[in-house]
């Protein structure tokens, strides 16, 4: 007897995309600009995960350029709480360890300030310190000089100076003229170079630096070096480093101080920005004013189609086609925007980070999440005003104009 | 290829050769619960057989069009029952009632309501959209129909594009791609002019001869004049319901 034998038939997928899609096709500009709310809160949230990860990227390649193979032995401090002093022979030592391929190091001069003539009141030291410096010390901190040239054999022996990149333009010196001068513990230096930035050991750079010879000659200096930088074979860098305190003072191997600059800088990186959270935060705001603008649209939409309600309902359509109709829509109108605003935050991730020379990296937790976050939103705006549109009576939705 | 315009003769006739019933409507009333109440049918019998084309005429508020909700199941009545090919309406569910509406009624209207971004074609292939038939089989469908209502060559174009009269061809297409048992029109001349009115009542004239069953609402006696069978309606009551006569006496009682 019955009729349905035949069954009820659901709406294949293929004609639900395309029942849902209506209203997004023939109200475009609509469709648009409410889509346009979810799109930039995506964005957001794309970009700021984006380029966060870009710069984490950017800057793990760069400490990978630099080498991490760099270790610094440098004073500790003594029992009672002095500060220790490495023995002059511990660069020796260090370089007679197998896989050590580079020794180099410096000494602070703590008693001796530069300024940039004797008119300078001395209280503006400018942070400034004095360090003698071995032969090769850019080579081994993985910097080179920007101006002039480094210290050799013979200019070590002079007093003359070389300027770390912040303590030249703090001495307010950005380039190298015969006769240039310093005035660095009572007595002129003469600068010869300037040295780029030193990512790894930015104590080099606000240092004024002399050769060995010269600062114990001029400057007083008693021969102890302060830290000694070592270049080791990269996978033998954890063995040389278990070694390098004893090596440099064998007598009182706890007053050393061994480090790896790389170890400081990955932690850094990995290091989320507090900004983050606010842009992130603002991110869903947006997404929220979106959902309030989808929900907003569809709510109106279902008014204004009463009458094509109505007529599917007469051509055989259930209340439950009409609520998934209209929720499919507002999770369409939701995804499109979603999809925008993935492909907005990552193509500005891109263009960002090309022009920083980082790798782009839009991680999947972004940009899935973000389209995830869309299409849900779109679920929720969508579920008021489909229910509503289902329990429109086909009646009044055709006959009340 | 046959035009869906036609209904398979078992869909009219039982295999014993008897008249089949395409609705049955039994002591059916409507009351709305409104302040007052207001009755709009009141004890309604009616009977529609196949191949049928009856006319439901009366004045406005005579409950012409609550029986067509009650009739195309888009509202349940009061009291009393409907049966729409046999089948008891009063108790289904809103999927079974649609799925009844999808396959077995087609509804034509005053307003057209064509969706006017999409081309003739696919507003008529709609029509078949909840019945559960493929987008391709519906196109070819919606052409056949379309071809039935001598629309063949107007395919694509949208609805914006027709004058009245062939936007209610394309309606009508739309309601008989389905092969209905039976197509409740509403006013269906109400939007045109007369003469255009003519050509829609000719069609169904047409449509009916070659199979299908047709109930037309109308306040219009000189429609209703042209219909074999003719039912007035008063007060939510039938007052007259048989064949028209030939030569009418236009001294309709509602009209002054």
Redesign the interface.
Known sequence: MTIFDAGFRRLRVIDLARVASVGLRTRKLRAGLSALGIAIGVAAIVAVLGLSSSSQAGLLAEIDRLGTNLLTVSTGQTITGDTAKLPTAAPGMISRVGPVTTVEQVGVLDKVRAYRSPLIPTVNSNAISVQAASLHLPRAVTTSIAQGRFLNAATARYPVAVLGAAAASRLGIDRIYPGERIWVGGQWFYVIGILHPATLAPEIDSAVLVGFPSAARYLGFDGHPTTVYIRAATDRVDAVRSVLAPTANPENPSEVTVSRPSDVLVARAKAKSALNGLFLGLGAVSLLVGAVGVANIMVISVLERRSEIGLRRALGAAKGQIRVQFLSEAILLAALGGAIGVAAGAASTAIYASTKHWAVVVPTLAWAGGLAAAVLIGAIAGLLPAVRAARMSPTEALWTV | MTTNATLPTTDRLTAQGTPRRVLELRAVSKIYPSQPPVTALRGIDLTVTAGELVAIVGPSGSGK?TLL?VM?T??RPTAGSVRV???DASDMT???????????IG?V?Q?F?L???ATVLDNVA??L????V??HERREQAAAALTAVELGDRLYARPTQLSGGQRQRVAIA?ALVGEPAIVLADEPTGNLDRATGQAILSLLDQLNSSGTTILVITHDRDIAGRMPRRVEMLDGRIVADGATKAASPIDGWWLE
Not at chain 2, 94 to 104: N, S
Not at chain 2, 129 to 132: F, I, K, P
């Open positions: 069009t909700h195309g888009l509202d090919t046999g089948v809103d999927r079974e009632l649609a799925w009844l509406r999808a396959t077995r509804f209207f307003q309501f969706a006017e971004h709609d029509g959209l909840y019945a559960g493929a987008y739309r």
